[in-house]
């Protein structure tokens, strides 16, 4: 049971990324994914998740407009879409998973498994 995240990386203000979470076991097969990121000295923020039953996603309202969650289950790989990346951003961002709910947990303790962090810098 393992999740892998990938794709971080050095880039400028206005730039894009696309970050991976690959995940293996079969676990995730019925899981929710969620993308979450922790800025140094800040508290870890829930970013987004998208659902199993129906690949439907929610962005939190500090990133709504500019990243976007999707899935290729097929790959048994979630994707963070990272567009207009501004320095605030810059973080280590985490992938998540847990049980299916139509409860939307934004709170890091609901989720238990964790895959590595992958950073991300923007400079200005």
């Known amino acids: 049971v393992q999740l892998q995240a990938s794709g971080g990386g050095l880039v400028q203000a206005g730039g894009c990324l696309r970050l991976?979470?690959?995940?293996?076991?079969?676990?995730?097969?019925?899981?929710?994914m969620a993308w979450f990121r922790q800025a140094p000295g800040a508290e870890r923020e829930f970013v987004g998740r998208?659902?199993?039953?129906?690949?439907?996603?929610y962005i939190a309202d500090a990133v709504k407009g500019r990243f976007t969650i999707s899935r290729d289950s097929a790959k048994n790989t979630m994707y963070l879409h990272m567009n207009n990346l501004k320095p605030e951003d810059t973080a280590l961002y985490y992938c998540?998973?847990?049980?299916?709910?139509?409860?939307?947990?934004?709170?890091?303790?609901?989720?238990?498994?964790w895959g590595q962090g992958t950073q991300v810098t923007v400079s200005s």
């Open positions: 998540a998973a847990r049980t299916s709910t139509r409860v939307l947990l934004t709170g890091g303790r609901y989720w238990p498994y």
């Open positions: 991976s979470c690959v995940y293996s076991g079969r676990t995730f097969s019925r899981s929710d």
């Open positions: 998208i659902t199993w039953s129906d690949d439907t996603a």
